[in-house]
């Protein structure tokens, strides 16, 4: 990409690293909460549980490392998710790479901008939609489920998704 000039400019490797480990942990933190949730208190529980724990396990994250790290996506549940103009292209690309055959599982993007005046390491990796998501992200989720998920969420964008499709990204924002 023409930004990775830029990039190559300033020493990132640490930050590129941290990104990594970080969007890592925020992966599977999330997931072994949610597979306790369904197992232990069904689906309808673990709507909640992903309601409340996953904007707090991001922000404890964040605070951990001092930096920013969350997920996006084009179609967002919540309307806190949304992206900002450069996540929106960087998910527009990983589409576009999708498309053209790239394995989702090498599908991430690194760039240094200035914002504001202060130089940040922005990342992005891309979440493909996998099984066990298709019960509150798929094409056929039972009714309490989707009643559940339209209370919490009536701006809801994040339904009808099929196996193998772009989900989201994980992102994490680094001052310099
Ligand atoms: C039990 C229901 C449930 C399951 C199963 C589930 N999700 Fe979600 N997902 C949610 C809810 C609820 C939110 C909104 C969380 C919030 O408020 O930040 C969400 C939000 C997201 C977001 C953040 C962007 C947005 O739309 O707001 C991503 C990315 C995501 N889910 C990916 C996945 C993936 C990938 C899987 C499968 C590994 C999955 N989800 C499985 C309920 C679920």
Not at 74 to 97: G, M
Request: with cysteine; net charge negative; hydrophobic share 35%.
């Amino acid at each position: 990409m023409f930004s990775s000039i830029i990039a190559c400019s300033v020493d990132v490797d640490g930050e590129l690293l941290l990104s990594r480990v970080v969007s890592k942990q925020l992966g599977e933190q999330l997931k072994s909460k949610l597979v306790d949730s369904l197992q232990s208190e069904g689906p309808i529980s673990a709507i909640s549980v992903c309601n409340f724990d996953a904007p707090n396990i991001s922000n404890t994250l964040g605070e951990n490392y001092e930096l920013e790290v969350g997920r996006t996506s084009l179609k967002t549940r919540n309307p806190a998710n949304q992206p900002d103009a450069w996540e929106t292209k960087q998910l527009q690309w990983f589409e576009s790479q999708l498309k053209s055959g790239v394995d989702v599982k090498s599908l991430e993007v690194h760039e240094v901008l200035t914002e504001n005046n202060q130089e940040v390491f922005r990342y992005m990796k891309a979440i493909p939609v996998q099984e066990p998501c298709a019960l509150c992200h798929g094409k056929n989720i039972p009714p309490s489920v989707t009643n559940k998920i339209d209370t919490l969420y009536p701006e809801d964008q994040a339904k009808g998704y099929e196996i193998g499709e772009l989900r989201g990204a994980f992102t994490v924002k680094i001052e310099l």
